[in-house]
Structures are given as structure tokens and as C-alpha cells.
């Protein structure tokens, strides 16, 4: 029934959701039917929804609204997978008609049987009528890199947080089906760990803390060059984890800390583990254990009763903090969430100033650290070519991919996949500029 059918896939949200559409992709692949992307030519079109945020939803719904279009020519069914059917299948089946097939997260394994009932029958609802952790997958990063899922799902159960309604508890991947799924991806230059929270790997599955134990694993495998660390609470990051990162020469000396704000009160109101003197300790600590680490976090501004005083706070926590990268986003009421039905919700339009405020403090401790690479030679890893302006482009290490600030450099060639030392020339308050040695103009 399938045969000679062209599958596209459309993959919306976070790392961790691309990894649960390249399982899909492998499915496709491992059966032998095409992909293409040119999803004009789809006959079959997937997209992997986000549910994360009320935004995140429109996006969802709004795709497969632009995709029925497709309709005209060679599509013919469209699967609506992840996160929106997961948690919203019963308002979704019933009113998102545009969708032939609906898949939840973990659905890979019913992916085909679901496509070929529906062409029997009509639209299909398939939401848990998958097998969780499929191992292949179809890599839709650049072939150098790598993101490896290690967990789903979520037991901190912050108080405007979805993920655990949507993706359940916390579960960990065993260890030796992970460095499996490693060993298939191929020569990889940076594998990047991925989890709701990494550093609570293992907890469930062991009965300890194991994420020390996954590194080492990984690390022995010859095809893999280093290891990058996302998404590391504060509260969980002890001195085993310090040690190897400080100890292994294949993990990348950065880490991303989602912090979420400073001020105790309303760390309290979010349901999170710390306050601020913790925090900034386990920064310095950080610092003076591994030199030069790079530090990620993110933060939310405009959370309910949030007072203009904690917000400038957090402003000086940043200040304080001098954080190599950070992300800032405005509180999203959610419901379902227990933040929701929190008073003193604040408008939208104070949220947008308060994130602008704290992207403005960022962006000049940026624009001062990146100055001070001028002049020095940094190890760059190729991700690509930067085409609209003729040069390549790529990443040091304290910069994790599509998040962080990139390195444009000019050289005679240059592979994607490999490091090479750039002079740096020039900065902004997020990318440096710079050329390799041996560039001549």
C-alpha cells in the first residue's frame, strides 16, 4: 500500500523532539520507502509537533493548517506526531481534521501500521499504540554532529512546567542501548547529551546518579570526538560530575544550567531546588574546578507577582553571575500548570520590557567577553559554509549549536566536521569574526 509513496517530515520545539523525529525518519528509511525534502513532492507529510508553550501549539496547528494546502498536488495524508496529540489527542482528533494519522511521542514503532489503516479506513488516532526508544534513527543534523536523547520525561515538576503532563516521569535509557545507538550514528565530532534534566540520569533505573558512568561509556567509543553536556540542574550537579568534566578530555568544558531566575521567593513560587547564594556558589565553584568553563542558562521573566525589585534582581544576578550565554523568555501561563491559577499574573506587555531589560544587560557582557578573544587564536569546529557573505562558519566550544553565537571565519578551505585554529579579527555581542592563519586576501 505504501510502495512508491515519498514521505516528508516537518520537526517543530527542542533537540530532544528532533531526536524523536529522526526515529520516525528511520522507520521510513529502514522499510525502504523515499524521503524527500521537497515536501511539495510528499505524498506521505509528518509533522512532529511542540506542545510546550501556547505558542508552541499555534505553531503546531497553524503547520498543518499551511500543509493541507499541499493537498492540491501530491499529498495525500498528513500524521500529526509528539507533543500535541500526546497531551491534547481527545480536543485535537476531534477538531484538527486537516490530520489523517495521530501519533503520540514515543509512537515510532506504530508509525506505518497507523498510515496504512488510515488509507484503509480514515482518519486514525495511534497516540500509545507505539514501543518507547526505538534505536535507529535518521540524523537531520549536519552528518558531523549529534544530539543523543537520554531520558524522557520529567519529575521536578515545576510549577509552570507541562512536561511532565505531557512526556510522564522521568524515565532513563539503559546505558548499553545508548552507547548502542552512539556506536550506529557514525563519526561524529560533538555528541550532544539531551534530557528534560541529564543530571539526574540514571536515578530510576540504577538507583543512583549514573550520568558520570554514561559519559565514560561514551567516551571510550572511538567514533565519537566529544561530549557536550545540556541541561544540568543546579541541584543535582555534584562533585563526581565536576571531576569528570574537569578529568575527560572528551567532554566539551561547558555546561548549560537552566537556572530560571535568581530571587528566592520567587524560585519558591517556580518549585525550584536552590536559591541564590546557591547558585552563585556553585558557579564560582564551577570556575575554580574546570578554568575557562563555559556556562549556559536560561531565564523566565515576568513569572506571576514577580515585583519590579526581583526583576532587577535577576538583573544584577546576571551582572553578578557574568554567564557566558543566556536565553530569556517571558512566564507563558499554561494551564493545567499550578502557576496558572497563581494571582498576580503580570501583562504581557511588562513581561516583554522585563525580557528585553535582561537581553540588554546580557548582550553587554556578551559584546565584553567576546572582545577579548580579538587578537587570539580559537579552535573552531566547521559546521558549514556561510554563503550570503562568502566565508565559512562554526562554533568554539563555548558555543552549543543552533543556541549560542557562532565563529565566521574566511580560509583558503575548510571541511565541515573539522577544527581548525582562527585568528580572531572582529566581534559583535554574539559571533566573532576571524580567518585562519594561512588566509590570504
Request: proline share 3%.
Given at each position: 500500500?505504501l510502495e512508491n509513496k515519498?514521505?516528508?517530515m516537518i520537526?517543530?520545539?527542542?533537540?530532544?523532539n528532533r531526536?524523536?523525529?529522526?526515529?520516525l525518519l528511520?522507520?521510513?528509511r529502514?522499510?525502504?520507502?523515499?524521503?524527500t525534502?521537497?515536501i511539495?513532492?510528499?505524498?506521505?507529510?509528518?509533522?512532529n509537533?511542540c506542545a510546550?508553550?501556547?505558542?508552541?501549539?499555534?505553531?503546531?496547528?497553524?503547520t498543518?493548517?499551511?500543509?493541507d494546502?499541499?493537498?492540491s498536488?501530491a499529498?495525500e495524508?498528513?500524521?500529526?506526531s509528539?507533543?500535541?496529540?500526546?497531551k491534547?489527542?481527545?480536543?485535537v482528533?476531534?477538531?484538527?481534521?486537516e490530520?489523517?494519522?495521530?501519533?503520540?511521542?514515543?509512537?515510532?514503532s506504530?508509525l506505518?501500521?497507523?498510515?496504512?489503516?488510515s488509507?484503509r479506513?480514515?482518519?486514525?488516532n495511534?497516540?500509545?499504540?507505539?514501543?518507547e526508544?526505538a534505536e535507529g534513527r535518521?540524523?537531520t543534523?549536519p552528518?558531523h554532529?549529534a544530539y543523543?536523547k537520554?531520558a524522557d520525561?520529567?519529575n521536578n515538576?515545576?510549577?509552570?512546567c507541562?512536561?511532565p503532563?505531557?512526556?510522564?516521569?522521568?524515565?532513563?535509557?539503559p546505558?548499553e542501548?545508548?552507547v548502542?545507538?552512539?556506536?550506529t550514528l557514525?563519526?561524529?565530532s560533538?555528541?550532544?547529551?539531551v534530557?528534560?534534566?541529564?543530571t539526574?540520569?540514571?536515578?530510576?533505573?540504577y538507583g543512583?546518579k549514573s550520568?558520570?558512568?554514561l559519559?565514560?561509556a561514551?567516551?571510550?567509543?572511538e567514533?565519537?570526538?566529544?561530549?557536550r553536556?545540556l541541561y544540568?540542574y543546579?541541584?543535582v550537579i555534584?562533585d563526581?560530575l565536576?571531576?569528570?568534566?574537569?578529568?575527560?578530555?572528551k567532554?566539551i568544558?561547558?555546561?548549560d544550567?537552566p537556572?530560571?531566575?535568581s530571587e528566592?521567593r520567587v524560585?519558591k513560587?517556580?518549585?525550584?531546588?536552590?536559591?541564590r547564594?546557591e547558585?552563585l556558589?556553585?558557579?564560582?565553584k564551577?570556575?575554580?574546578?574546570?578554568?575557562g568553563?563555559?556556562i549556559r542558562?536560561?531565564?523566565?521573566a515576568g513569572?506571576?507577582t514577580?515585583?519590579?525589585e526581583e526583576?532587577?534582581?535577576?538583573a544584577?544576578?546576571?551582572?553578578?553571575?557574568?554567564?557566558?550565554?543566556c536565553?530569556f523568555?517571558?512566564?507563558s501561563?499554561?494551564?493545567d500548570?499550578?502557576?496558572?491559577?497563581?494571582k498576580g499574573q503580570?501583562?504581557e506587555?511588562?513581561?516583554r520590557?522585563?525580557?528585553?531589560?535582561?537581553?540588554a544587560v546580557?548582550e553587554?557582557?556578551?559584546?565584553a567577553r567576546l572582545k577579548?578573544?580579538?587578537g587570539?587564536?580559537?579552535?573552531?569546529?566547521c559546521?558549514?559554509?556561510?554563503?550570503?557573505n562568502?566565508?565559512?562558519?562554526?562554533?568554539a566550544?563555548?558555543?552549543a549549536?543552533?543556541i549560542d553565537g557562532?565563529?565566521y571565519?574566511?580560509a583558503?578551505e575548510?571541511?565541515q566536521?573539522e577544527?581548525?585554529g582562527v585568528v580572531?579579527t572582529?566581534?559583535d555581542s554574539y559571533d566573532?569574526?576571524?580567518r585562519t592563519?594561512?588566509?590570504?586576501?
Amino acid at each position: 500500500m505504501l510502495e512508491n509513496k515519498k514521505f516528508g517530515m516537518i520537526s517543530l520545539g527542542c533537540d530532544k523532539n528532533r531526536v524523536d523525529a529522526e526515529r520516525l525518519l528511520d522507520v521510513i528509511r529502514s522499510h525502504g520507502y523515499t524521503i524527500t525534502d521537497d515536501i511539495s513532492e510528499a505524498n506521505i507529510l509528518i509533522v512532529n509537533t511542540c506542545a510546550f508553550l501556547n505558542e508552541s501549539r499555534k505553531e503546531a496547528i497553524d503547520t498543518v493548517l499551511e500543509c493541507d494546502g499541499y493537498r492540491s498536488g501530491a499529498l495525500e495524508k498528513i500524521v500529526v506526531s509528539g507533543c500535541l496529540p500526546e497531551k491534547y489527542i481527545e480536543e485535537v482528533f476531534p477538531s484538527l481534521t486537516e490530520g489523517d494519522v495521530f501519533l503520540g511521542c514515543n509512537d515510532a514503532s506504530a508509525l506505518l501500521e497507523a498510515i496504512e489503516r488510515s488509507y484503509r479506513e480514515g482518519r486514525v488516532n495511534f497516540v500509545g499504540c507505539g514501543n518507547e526508544h526505538a534505536e535507529g534513527r535518521v540524523l537531520t543534523t549536519p552528518g558531523h554532529y549529534a544530539y543523543l536523547k537520554i531520558a524522557d520525561g520529567c519529575n521536578n515538576f515545576c510549577t509552570y512546567c507541562l512536561i511532565p503532563k505531557i512526556r510522564g516521569r522521568y524515565r532513563s535509557y539503559p546505558i548499553e542501548a545508548l552507547v548502542k545507538e552512539a556506536e550506529t550514528l557514525g563519526e561524529i565530532s560533538e555528541l550532544i547529551l539531551v534530557a528534560q534534566d541529564v543530571t539526574r540520569y540514571g536515578i530510576d533505573l540504577y538507583g543512583e546518579k549514573s550520568l558520570v558512568r554514561l559519559i565514560r561509556a561514551l567516551s571510550a567509543l572511538e567514533n565519537i570526538g566529544s561530549v557536550r553536556l545540556l541541561y544540568c540542574y543546579p541541584d543535582v550537579i555534584d562533585d563526581a560530575l565536576i571531576a569528570e568534566m574537569r578529568d575527560n578530555e572528551k567532554v566539551i568544558k561547558y555546561i548549560d544550567i537552566p537556572l530560571q531566575h535568581s530571587e528566592d521567593r520567587v524560585l519558591k513560587l517556580m518549585n525550584r531546588k536552590g536559591t541564590r547564594a546557591e547558585y552563585l556558589a556553585l558557579i564560582e565553584k564551577l570556575r575554580k574546578s574546570i578554568p575557562g568553563i563555559a556556562i549556559r542558562s536560561t531565564f523566565i521573566a515576568g513569572f506571576p507577582t514577580e515585583t519590579e525589585e526581583e526583576y532587577t534582581g535577576l538583573a544584577r544576578f546576571l551582572e553578578e553571575a557574568q554567564l557566558t550565554n543566556c536565553g530569556f523568555f517571558a512566564y507563558s501561563r499554561e494551564p493545567d500548570t499550578p502557576a496558572y491559577k497563581l494571582k498576580g499574573q503580570i501583562p504581557e506587555r511588562i513581561k516583554r520590557r522585563r525580557v528585553r531589560g535582561l537581553y540588554a544587560v546580557q548582550e553587554k557582557i556578551s559584546a565584553a567577553r567576546l572582545k577579548n578573544y580579538i587578537g587570539k587564536t580559537v579552535r573552531v569546529l566547521c559546521d558549514g559554509i556561510d554563503y550570503e557573505n562568502g566565508r565559512f562558519e562554526g562554533r568554539a566550544y563555548f558555543s552549543a549549536p543552533d543556541i549560542d553565537g557562532k565563529v565566521y571565519f574566511n580560509a583558503p578551505e575548510a571541511s565541515q566536521g573539522e577544527y581548525y585554529g582562527v585568528v580572531i579579527t572582529d566581534s559583535d555581542s554574539y559571533d566573532l569574526f576571524g580567518r585562519t592563519e594561512d588566509y590570504r586576501e
